[in-house]
Nanobody, 120 residues
Framework: QVQLVESGGGLVQAGGSLRLSCTAS????????MGWYRQAPGKQREVVAR????????YYADSVKGRFTISRDNSKNTVDLQMNSLKPEDTAVYYC?????????????WGEGTLVTVSS
């Protein structure tokens, strides 16, 4: 059973920084594509950043490019999201996501989320 546990959320002023971390268990972490999503009140969940197996390919939503950095440490089964120059519109619950294919079946796993609040 794959488990994802996020940490690092909190309250920060606009312009500040936070670092989110996600620890995975119950899986071969290096073989999973990892990502961070967020969901603001009244809005749909959206992708923030992704990092693929091998740690070299990444994807960022336009809204966070240049401010957020995703990284992974396969030796520790962790994926982090460094968030700089935070804006009030970054306020949301942030979710860790893992994706892999098992016996030809795509599998998606989610953490329970961590709240990030950016005050103006």
């Amino acid at each position: 059973q794959v488990q994802l546990v996020e940490s690092g959320g909190g309250l920060v002023q606009a312009g500040g920084s936070l670092r989110l971390s996600c620890t995975a268990s119950g899986t071969i972490f290096s073989g999973m594509h990892m990502g961070w999503y967020r969901q603001a009140p009244g809005k749909q969940r959206e992708v923030v950043a992704r990092i693929f197996t091998g740690s070299t390919n990444t994807y960022y939503a336009d809204s966070v490019k240049g401010r957020f950095t995703i990284s992974r440490d396969n030796s520790k089964n962790t994926v982090d999201l460094q968030m700089n120059s935070l804006k009030p519109e970054d306020t949301a619950v942030y979710y860790c996501h893992a994706y892999t294919v098992i016996s030809g079946i795509p599998m998606n796993y989610w953490g329970e989320g961590t709240l990030v609040t950016v005050s103006s």
